[in-house]
């Protein structure tokens, strides 16, 4: 019997190696049509879920799935989609088909004649499927079960008329002047409608008891205005009419308010506006706010730059106001020619602010508008933000007596070097407008519990959380004397380690709700009862961390009555799942599931205890499930979108465990094999790093092409190894850091013998290219390295701007992530021994460098640096501009491109492949646009040859 076990595991084994053997590996040819799960969302009955299934280029589709019996309906080409309140109806926006509209675009297709979306609204009961071409955009009430509102794109051949010039009877008539559209209102129950000429915005409230809209002038016998339709009456009344424009228009929760923006005047640099306000039952709107209001500050004005908003009560309206546009004599001089006027910065040492950072916000600062609130009984107004209180936090679901706000004007300066600056926090009394400060150069950030009865931050110089009583503003440690840190116990930088955050408040503002690291504290604001562990350290004792998960959006508290979710995550092993505990006291979890995956976010139906997620390991595509509740019961696999991969060969995903030559810590590794590994075959191996990503080790990564790093399951597929290493870091030695885990953990899996230890390469972008570049010059045990946008020269770099944010990039080097902790005049030693570029003839490893010539983060000329010392070498190196882009790729096209260029740079060190033309020759500015240099060339009869070489190649052997 044992004999026939064996030949059958034998014949079973020989069967598995002949199907991995004829699966085939990735290509870059696969990205466009490979495809992911999207949208997913579950109906407020819990008896329809619906997701698209969408490639990464091309028509995806829309799927809506009873969970109740078999039923499915699909529609091709769906973006946006909504389930009505009571779960009867799907609404959703049809694309034109991809192939058709790319043949047009390819033909230089007036935009006229270009096809535009459709407009589904499918009836899950009947099946019915209401169709409506040419719409520009949809509303549908969130607790309606009834009404939708659309409006459509200009008439197709209206547009084309007004394109193209015709000149017949009907296009000499007098022209509408009107921009707007038509606006149909549709009750899905009845197939009732309503239209609306010449609409440019409009407002469906969540009720859908109104339809409130504007229109534009359309001629001299209809004017501009505002339109209230009631639904239930049908009557439509004017709100407003016959001034220039209108502007964000905002209705209560109950649809019985509605306020926007108006002004008679249609000259831009010089309009004010007025605050109109109409209440059901009037006759029309009223000006509330406008220059003249008592409360508005003198020479300022109501600001239509502001949002909008009313309390949940409908009682308080909020809105901002501005002082007027200054004019200056010079900018208004018309004696002066622009070719005059110099051309100048000015740079001044103790600006909040520098330049760059100004030039990025002018635009917001122009339009800075200051919070105002309004009683909407009385109609006094009330200023709450000044220009030495600009950020006031609105809490619009309560009608307080105060707003929380805060001033850092005092600490800009010091953000050039330390993006952990404090504040300064007020309370702002609502019915006078004064403020009174609560806490100096605070460096938490203050939150208000649900009741406001309290504020509670965590401060980073101490560790610890504090509360301060609102009524009688004293302030308590709320975790001083506990045993454990509430820091973040991982923080390896020079700045103030975080927090792990809170999860929230028992009713009646009774319990505060902390985490540490691995479990959950419950802590007395009043300070009359002692802090407890109320996972009762279950967390800590299993390595195990428990995040309390809320399943009803509106819920403001968390129950001390009944059991609550609560997500787990293994911080060794990576298990994912799900517990539950009663939170009022202290007792271990209860354990829901706990596997080897990786879980989505659950989705519940707000009517239904159903909940819907997605599982996922690098293994198995996160595929969507359904359980009848958080318990799992009744768990069911909805979608099958990984069966895209069984044509593949796909991979596996391991921890291993290596030893840091620092101090000897042991620490972790992912391994990704390809599917059809062979233990007695030499590998290949790439090794990526940045920071730890041992967290990641149950996601699954699609076949994409890359913006800057190498892409793991197309490597994988292609017969490489993939090791990814955490990183732990030593103040002041962030090079050496990365040498002493990245180089162990390579050795570890060298040591296991399946790794052929002179085809191993390293990749990495942004902080991963600076490691890149640093350990290039440590060590000789990598045959080729990719660095995407290093830092070489910390010294050049430390002085420099992110463009991206305008900030400067002292704080960098000082306090975050490259971790030297201190400036370049009291540590110089720090920033010359970190740098690569000090010793760039100890470099040995051919490099493959991408750096983008508008990239806002690291300087372009950090990349130029270290290509000019490496060309000045003559050390085998490619540097790789993608012209407009960023620090990250975001154009498709130059993502493809690098993905080519990466793997056939690899494939020629790690493989043996034939280099690329442009590998071998070059690519000349005088060739840009003409070729790719994909091809590979036979590098036994090739030099590096001139532009005309490799143009005579071109014309006798082809390029693409």
């Not at 639904?231 to 905002?250: A, H, I, M, P, Q």
């Not at 103790?350 to 030039?359: A, E, R, V």
Request: aromatic share 12%; hydrophobic share 35%; no cysteine.
């Amino acid at each position: 019997m044992k004999t026939k076990i064996s030949l059958f595991s034998i014949f079973m084994l020989f069967m598995f190696f002949q199907a991995t053997a004829q699966k085939k590996p990735l290509t870059h040819d696969v990205y466009d049509d490979w495809k992911s799960l999207q949208s997913t969302t579950i109906s407020n009955d819990g008896n329809w879920t619906a997701y698209r299934i969408s490639p990464q280029v091309g028509d995806g589709i829309l799927e809506i799935k009873s969970l109740t019996n078999n039923k499915t309906y699909t529609i091709d080409r769906v973006g946006r989609y909504s389930f009505s309140k009571n779960s009867d109806f799907v609404v959703a926006t049809v694309s034109p088909e991809y192939e058709k509209e790319h043949a047009l675009k390819l033909k230089k297709t007036a935009s006229a004649k270009m096809p535009k979306d459709s407009l589904f609204i499918v009836n899950l009961k009947s099946g019915e499927i209401k169709k409506i071409a040419r719409v520009k955009n949809y509303q549908l009430s969130s607790e309606s079960t009834e009404w939708i509102a659309w409006s459509h794109e200009t008439p197709e051949e209206e547009k084309a008329k007004k394109e193209e010039g015709e000149k017949s009877e009907e296009a000499k008539k007098p022209k509408s002047k009107s921009k707007g559209t038509e606006l149909v209102l549709y009750n899905m129950v009845s197939g009732n409608e309503s239209r609306f000429e010449g609409v440019v915005e409009y407002e469906l409230t969540e009720k859908g008891n109104y339809l409130y809209f504007e229109k534009d002038e359309a001629d001299s016998l209809n004017p501009a205005g505002v339109f209230a339709f009631n639904t239930k009456s049908g009557k439509e009344v004017t709100l407003n009419s016959g001034l220039k424009d209108y502007k964000k228009l905002t209705t209560t929760e109950d649809g019985e308010q509605l306020v926007f923006f108006a002004t008679n005047s249609d000259k831009k640099d010089d309009q004010y506006f007025s605050l109109m306000h109409w209440k059901a039952g009037s006759n029309e709107a009223k000006i509330i706010a406008d220059t003249t209001t008592a409360g508005v500050p003198n020479n300022w004005m109501v600001s239509d730059n502001s949002n909008l908003r009313f309390s949940e009560s409908g009682k308080r309206l909020y809105f901002g106001t501005a002082p007027r546009p200054v004019k200056y004599a010079y900018e208004e001089d018309s004696t002066m020619l622009d070719s005059e006027r110099p051309a100048v910065d000015v740079w001044s040492y103790n600006d909040p602010y520098i330049q760059p950072m100004q030039k990025l916000r002018a635009n917001r600062d122009k339009n800075k508008t200051y919070d105002v609130m309004m009683d909407l009984k009385s109609m006094k107004m009330v200023q709450l933000g000044t220009p030495y209180l600009e950020n006031i936090y609105i809490d619009a679901e309560n009608d307080r007596d105060f707003v929380l706000a805060t001033d850092d004007q005092s600490y800009r300066v010091q953000s050039t070097w330390d993006t952990q600056q404090p504040r300064d926090y007020y309370k702002v009394d609502v019915n006078t407008g004064k403020a009174k400060l609560l806490m100096q150069a605070g460096r938490g950030f203050m939150s208000l519990s649900p009741e406001g009865n309290y504020l509670t931050w965590y401060d980073p110089e101490v560790e610890n959380w504090f509360v301060m009583d609102v009524a009688t503003e004293t302030t308590r440690n709320l975790t001083e004397g506990i045993d454990v840190s509430f820091a973040n116990e991982l923080h390896d930088s020079p700045s103030m380690a975080g927090s792990y955050g809170s999860a929230g408040w028992s009713e009646k503002d009774a319990a505060f709700f902390v985490n540490d690291r691995f479990d959950i504290w419950k802590v007395d604001p009043k300070g009359k009862v002692a802090p407890e562990n109320v996972t009762n350290g279950f967390g800590r004792k299993s390595n195990i961390s428990f995040r309390y998960q809320s399943l009803n959006r509106d819920d403001k508290f968390i129950s001390m009555k009944a059991p609550v979710l609560l997500s787990a995550t293994h911080e060794w092993t990576m298990q994912d799942g799900f517990y539950t505990a009663n939170l009022s006291k202290a007792a271990n979890p209860t354990k829901v599931v706990m596997e080897d995956v990786s879980f989505g976010r659950l989705i519940k139906a707000e009517d239904s205890d159903r909940v819907i997620f997605t599982k996922s390991t690098y293994e198995d595509f996160g595929e969507l499930y359904v359980a009848n509740s958080y318990k799992m019961d009744g768990l069911k696999k909805l979608t099958n979108v990984g069966a895209q991969e069984d044509p593949y060969n796909w991979g596996t995903a391991e921890l291993i465990q290596f030893n840091s030559l620092e101090d000897g810590e042991e620490m972790q590794a992912i391994l990704y094999k390809p599917e059809n590994f062979d233990p007695n075959k030499k590998y290949p191996m790439i090794v990526y790093f940045y920071e730890r990503r041992t967290n990641s080790l149950h996601s699954h990564p699609s076949p994409a092409p890359s913006a800057s790093t190498i892409n793991i399951p197309y490597y994988v597929s292609n017969d490489y190894l993939v090791l990814v290493p955490d990183i732990k870091y030593q103040l002041g030695y962030p090079g050496p850091s990365a040498y002493n885990h990245v180089v162990p953990a390579a050795n570890a899996v060298v040591n296991m013998g399946f790794v052929d230890k002179s085809k191993m390469a390293i990749q990495g972008q942004s902080w991963g290219g600076y490691q890149v570049a640093y350990l290039v010059t440590k060590t000789n045990m990598f045959a080729a390295g990719g660095a995407g946008a290093p830092v070489v020269n910390m010294t050049s770099a430390y002085g420099g701007v992110r463009w991206g944010s305008g900030m400067s990039r002292m704080f960098q080097y000082e306090k975050t992530q490259s971790r030297l902790g201190g400036t370049l005049w009291e540590t110089p030693s720090r920033y010359i021994d970190n740098s690569p570029l000090f010793r760039m003839d100890e470099v040995n490893t051919p490099l493959f460098i991408m750096h983008n010539d508008e990239d806002g983060s690291v300087p372009w000329y950090q990349g130029i640096e270290y290509y000019m010392a490496l060309r000045r070498l003559q050390k085998p190196s490619w540097l790789v501009v993608y012209n407009g882009e960023d620090h990250n790729l975001v154009q498709r096209k130059n993502r493809k491109d690098l993905s080519i260029r990466m793997g056939q740079f690899f494939d020629h060190y790690l493989k043996g492949a034939p280099m690329p033309e442009w590998m071998a020759n070059g690519l000349p500015a005088t060739l840009k646009g003409r070729t790719l240099g994909y091809e590979l060339v036979d590098e036994t009869n090739s030099t590096v040859e001139g532009e005309g070489a490799s143009l005579m190649k071109e014309k006798t052997k082809g390029n693409n």
